[in-house]
């Protein structure tokens, strides 16, 4: 059995605090954050702390925090014998300590909303073969779905990851806004999102691809052009537009 602190309170330490929590294969040893009072709901299930120096021995260090404290979290932490693993998509494999590793789970993360991890890739990296060993194992004992990536294919996955998620998010937002000024009910068009999503995920998008700007339909194009009131809704509609012209040669 790995024995494993998680290091962070947010979205990410949460989800993978409850999937490790129904491992049979991993002990969880403690929750770290620096606030006592995000520590509150997991003080029943599992032991807390609020203080590096108070922190238990472990094998496992999962840094669940914020990129920008990662590198310096990691020189604090005094456990030379535990393996140390942050779960950044952007951050490369850090150096600062004796056992280094990554343990990236690629999904959206909410702590109110359920996620499966059967179904999440995670992403590791090691500094040698015996750490990565341990850290497949971790990730095996929540997920059949274990890629081995570098930091340089890690950045350009999350890179990735920002075009077909956040960016996609924010034009789901930009509908809901269109419908919700219009009276429109915007579960109209959820059935459309999981169809287009499931296209994309069965075949190539570019394959996919349908629309006005694929059939170079400049009349459609120029009425919902008058139909955006807003400049900022229409400066991305003419740049996605101009983009999907471009990339399959339909603009005349």
């Known amino acids: 059995m790995i024995k494993v602190s998680i290091l962070g309170s947010g979205n990410v330490a949460t989800h993978l605090y409850h999937a490790f929590a129904e491992s049979n294969e991993v002990q969880l040893v403690e929750i770290y954050g620096r606030n006592p009072k995000n520590l509150i709901p997991f003080e029943k299930e599992v032991a807390t702390c609020s203080r590096l120096e108070d922190l238990k021995e472990t094998d496992v260090f999962l840094l669940a925090v914020k990129d920008d404290a990662i590198e310096e979290l990691i020189t604090k932490l005094e456990h030379p014998d535990a393996i140390i693993a942050h779960t950044s998509g952007s951050i490369p494999l850090s150096k600062s300590a004796q056992k280094n590793g990554v343990f990236y789970p690629l999904q959206t993360f909410s702590k109110d909303t359920p996620?499966?991890?059967n179904s999440i890739p995670l992403c590791l990296e090691a500094s040698d073969k015996e750490?990565?060993?341990v850290l497949e194992k971790?990730?095996?004992s929540i997920s059949p779905k274990v890629f081995s990536i570098s930091s340089q294919q890690r950045k350009s996955l999350h890179?990735?990851?920002v075009f077909v998620c956040n960016f996609v998010n924010h034009l789901y937002h930009i509908g809901e806004d269109l419908c919700a000024k219009n009276e429109v009910p915007f579960e109209i068009l959820h059935a459309l999102i999981t169809e287009t999503a499931r296209k994309a995920s069965l075949n190539s998008p570019k394959a996919v691809q349908t629309g006005p700007a694929l059939r170079n339909d400049q009349k459609t194009i120029a009425t919902h052009l008058e139909r955006l009131n807003e400049e900022k809704y229409k400066?991305?509609?003419k740049?996605?537009?101009q983009s999907i012209q471009a990339t399959y040669g339909t603009k005349l």
């Open 159 to 161: 890179l990735s990851a």
């Open 235 to 237: 400066e991305i509609y």
């Open 131 to 133: 750490i990565y060993s």
């Open 138 to 140: 971790l990730a095996l």
């Open 115 to 117: 996620v499966d991890f």
């Open 239 to 241: 740049l996605l537009t």
